[in-house]
């Protein structure tokens, strides 16, 4: 398989635009701006409204814009911004330039000998894998076209390869489209169409050839003929084609309903981030303030050691001035004691040498006579 798409051109606009959507009313274009410029520099940028609608961002290289896709999803200004890479205008798939997709169709003859090789589908699982992850590869069938039905893990895959047409098996140039509702609608008006002219011109045949018989058999084959013409099928069509619409709006209000799930998701998301960050912030002032406190306890328990120490000193000097002053007042008591027995021993030797107090008041009497 190959591609007409050559290294040499991925410097062309094509490669190097971006389509942003979702954007919050309020976002200024500068800021929008400045938030895309952070994956390369912007040469050219171009809003279809001026309070939302889409924006078209165009890089100085290819490049920036892989890098750009490859670093999503994008937030700004508490929005998902819906960022993809911008397609060309095309006419026959106009709606292929707005709508995303992770699955491609490949639109596939099945009279065409080339589609009947054993190994087709294995090559173009094989050559798309090459843009990305491929979770299946097989044929589908619509209500008037065949078609092989490659599914990738992701949408951007399939923006690059609708970028990179036509592809080509064997110089046959493959009908890649992005599987999409409008997609599917033309393919079937178009083979229904096809159809219906087949069904005309076999009719024309038919009635050359029946010219030669009876008027009874004509007329019992114009019966049958119109039992199989294309009322029934047109009804069926139209059937389809309803059905088809229910299933497109079936899908649009996933689609509504996916993107206000992740709207809500984005501010569930932020709400945990804030709580996380006040969670973080609370911890944090927790270990200064547990730190603080173990500062503190360990100088208390420093002075409390120190006023401890200094317990002991008074409490030991205390206990030697208590011991010096027993010691002092126990040697002044028997020195008091040994006194008194001094004294005792004295007084008693005085009373023993004293005179009878008749004798000596006679005595004290003749003195003056005797003068």
């Known amino acids: 398989m190959s591609s007409s798409s050559s290294p040499h051109n991925r410097q062309d606009i094509k490669y190097r635009e971006i389509c942003i959507s979702n954007i919050n009313r309020h976002t200024e274009p500068n800021r929008l701006l400045a938030y895309f410029e952070q994956y390369g520099r912007i040469v050219h940028y171009n809003y279809t409204s001026p309070t939302g609608g889409y924006v078209f961002i165009t890089y100085e290289k290819s490049q920036m814009v892989d890098n750009c896709i490859s670093n999503g999803p994008h937030y700004l200004d508490e929005r998902h911004l819906y960022v993809k890479r911008a397609l060309p205008i095309d006419d026959d798939h106009p709606r292929e330039r707005f709508e995303t997709t992770r699955d491609l169709m490949v639109v596939i003859d099945s009279d065409d000998e080339i589609f009947k090789q054993a190994d087709f589908l294995q090559q173009l699982r094989e050559y798309f894998s090459s843009y990305g992850r491929i979770y299946a590869c097989k044929y589908q069938h619509e209500a008037n076209f065949d078609y092989i039905l490659v599914e990738f893990a992701d949408k951007d895959p399939v923006d690059r390869i609708i970028l990179d047409k036509p592809h080509h098996y064997n110089d046959h140039e493959l009908a890649v489209m992005k599987y999409i509702q409008s997609n599917i609608e033309l393919m079937n008006r178009k083979y229904v169409r096809k159809k219906q002219q087949s069904s005309t011109a076999k009719d024309a045949i038919d009635d050359d050839n029946y010219q030669s018989i009876n008027s009874s058999s004509n007329t019992s084959s114009r019966s049958t003929s119109k039992a199989k ?5 047109v009804d069926l069509q139209n059937e389809v084609f309803r059905l088809q619409s229910v299933l497109k709006s079936l899908n649009d209000e996933f689609d509504l309903k996916q993107k206000q799930l992740e709207d809500t998701c984005c501010q569930q998301l932020k709400q945990l981030s804030e709580n996380a960050t006040k969670k973080i912030r609370l911890q944090q002032d927790l270990e200064q ?67 009878p107090p008749s004798t000596l008041t006679e005595k004290s009497f003749s003195t003056p006579e005797s003068n």
């Open 229 to 233: 013409e294309p009322i029934n099928e």
């Open 289 to 355: 303030e547990c730190a603080r406190l173990l500062a503190e306890y360990e100088t208390l328990k420093q002075e409390n050691d120190l006023l401890n120490e200094q317990y002991l000193t008074v409490e030991l000097e205390n206990f030697e001035i208590t011991s010096y002053y027993e010691q002092s007042l126990n040697e002044e008591k028997a020195k008091t004691a040994r006194l008194e027995a001094e004294y005792a021993e004295k007084l008693q030797q005085s009373n023993v040498n004293q005179s």
